[in-house]
Structure formats: structure tokens, C-alpha cells
Nanobody, 122 residues
Framework: QVQLVESGGGLVQAGGSLRLSCAAS????????MGWFRKAPGKEREFVPA????????AYADSVKGRFTISRDNAKNTVYLQMNSLKPEDTAVYYC???????????????WGQGTQVTVSS
């Protein structure tokens, strides 16, 4: 059983930056593809970025390309999401997920964190 714990959320003004972290624990946690999803009130869960198990490949939603960067440090069992040039529409609860299936479909991920709130004020 893989356990994921997110941190780093908070309140930031538009144009600002935040870095989210996701600490993973459990057997073979570093062997999973890791993704970030977000859920805003009244909206569907949305894929943000994902990164391969070794960190050699990544994929991003069009809405965050050029602004967000996903990375991982397998020695620390931690995945990061650096978010720059934040916009009010980035406001959501951000979830870290681990899986081995598709990149951007939330159903492909087997393990989820509890989420961390990101609020961007205009």
C-alpha cells in the first residue's frame, strides 16, 4: 500500500508561485508514475502533469504548460510541482496520485493523497 502526503498549498496572489510536495511511502513507491490532479468547486477532476517513474518523461495539461513543472527525487521518495505565474483559475484542491496506467486519466491511478488547497487571489 502506497501512502501519499501532499504539502505546500496556500494562498498566493495572481502572478505568484508555489511549490507543492508529495511524499510517498510504501513498497516500490518510486516505481510508479506520479501525477497531479486538481479539483475546483463545481468542476470535474482535472489532470495537471505527470512524470514517469525514473523522471525521464513528463506530460502536462495545456492549461499549465510553460507555467508548471513536475519533478521527482526518488532518493527522497518525493514528487514536486513548481507552479509559477499562477492565475485565479488555478484555484483548486491539488491531489498527488501514483499509478502505472495511462498518464492523464484519473482512473489509471491507484493511490491518492488527501489533497492540498491552492487559492490564487486576483
Amino acid at each position: 500500500q502506497v501512502q501519499l502526503v501532499e504539502s505546500g498549498g496556500g494562498l498566493v496572489q495572481a502572478g505568484g508561485s508555489l511549490r507543492l510536495s508529495c511524499a510517498a511511502s510504501g513498497p516500490s513507491s518510486s516505481g510508479y508514475r506520479m501525477g497531479w490532479f486538481r479539483k475546483a468547486p463545481g468542476k470535474e477532476r482535472e489532470f495537471v502533469p505527470a512524470i514517469s517513474s525514473l523522471g525521464r518523461s513528463s506530460a502536462y495539461a495545456d492549461s499549465v504548460k510553460g507555467r508548471f513543472t513536475i519533478s521527482r527525487d526518488n532518493a527522497k521518495n518525493t514528487v514536486y510541482l513548481q507552479m509559477n505565474s499562477l492565475k485565479p483559475e488555478d484555484t483548486a484542491v491539488y491531489y498527488c496520485a501514483a499509478g502505472s496506467g495511462g498518464w492523464s486519466t484519473w482512473l489509471s491511478y491507484d493511490y491518492w493523497g488527501q489533497g492540498t488547497q491552492v487559492t490564487v487571489s486576483s
